[in-house]
C-alpha cells in the first residue's frame, strides 16, 4: 500500500514562507500528474498547484507569483515553495500523485498550515 507522507507545515506570519514536501512510501509508476490541494476551515478540497508529467504547471489565480509547484517523477516527489504568505491561505495542504498506470489517484493526509497577521 503507497503511502504519501508530507511534511513543511507549520505556523508563519504573513509575509514569510513555507516549503512543503510530499514523498511517496514507494516510486509511483506512470505518474501523469502531481498536485497540491487545500481546504480550509469548513471549505471543501480545492486545487492548488500541479505539474504535469511533462512539466507543465498550472496555478489557481489567489497563489500565482508567490507559490511554485515542483516535482520529480522518478522519485515520486513533489514539493510547494510557498512564498508571501497571506493569511487566507491557512488550511490543510494536502498532495496528490495521478499515475495512469494504476488508474489511480494517491493521497497524503494533509499538513497544516497557519499564517498569522
Known amino acids: 500500500q503507497v503511502e504519501l507522507v508530507e511534511s513543511g507545515g507549520g505556523l508563519a506570519r504573513a509575509g514569510e514562507s513555507l516549503r512543503l514536501s510530499c514523498a511517496a512510501s514507494e516510486v509511483i509508476a506512470g505518474i501523469h500528474q502531481m498536485a497540491w490541494y487545500f481546504q480550509a476551515p469548513g471549505g471543501d478540497r480545492e486545487l492548488v498547484a500541479s505539474i504535469s508529467g511533462g512539466g507543465t504547471t498550472n496555478y489557481r489565480d489567489s497563489v500565482k507569483g508567490r507559490f511554485t509547484i515542483s516535482g520529480d517523477t522518478a522519485k515520486s516527489t513533489v514539493s510547494l515553495q510557498m512564498d508571501n504568505l497571506k493569511v487566507e491561505d491557512t488550511a490543510i495542504y494536502y498532495c496528490?500523485?495521478?499515475?495512469?498506470?494504476?488508474?489511480?489517484?494517491?493521497w497524503g493526509e494533509g499538513t497544516l498550515v497557519t499564517v498569522s497577521p
Open positions: 496528490s500523485i495521478c499515475s495512469w498506470k494504476y488508474g489511480r489517484q494517491y
